[in-house]
């Protein structure tokens, strides 16, 4: 039966190898991590963040090896940008009505542009990318074959 829900601490491992398997890893606290389970097993996962009133970022997501077009991914993101609110473990606003405005921004893999635009992403300027990440990928072995995307979707 699969679920969508936080993470747990027992969890960690075989998160870990998913986003190892991508070349990321988890981004802070696992338990601030949404996941898909079957059962015990971790499919995907993702961490959404609010880094201010209504602008969320997508740290991280991924899917498990041999997973890939089972739509693990395509459900977190639908998610995350149906109700950015309850996908993140520390809020700091609150959703007061059914169409409230957000932000969701991301850098992502080239590769991955399309996936993303499919849930309302749009290439963006790197400005519009939160201060902490902005430059993630400044320093990364991987930059010129990843080739990151800064995205933005604004929902509500």
């Not at 072995?141 to 929902?155: L, R, Y």
């Amino acid at each position: 039966m699969l679920q969508m829900l936080f993470a747990l601490p027992e969890d960690e491992e075989e998160l870990r190898e998913i986003f190892w398997t991508h070349g990321m890893d988890i981004s802070g606290d696992i338990t601030e991590h949404l996941v898909i389970k079957n059962g015990t097993e971790v499919l995907a996962g993702g961490k959404l963040s609010e880094l201010a009133e209504k602008r969320f970022y997508l740290e991280v997501i991924g899917v498990k090896k041999g997973c890939n077009g089972s739509g693990y991914g395509g459900m977190l993101l639908a998610k995350m940008v149906t109700n950015p609110w309850e996908c993140c473990k520390r809020p700091l606003s609150e959703c007061k009505e059914k169409n409230e405005k957000f932000v969701i921004t991301t850098l992502a893999r080239g590769s991955a542009v399309g996936f993303y635009q499919k849930y309302g992403f749009q290439p963006c300027d790197l400005q519009q990318i939160p201060l902490p990440f902005r430059h993630q990928c400044s320093d990364c072995p991987e930059k010129e074959n990843c080739d990151p995307v800064p995205m933005i979707m604004i929902g509500g």
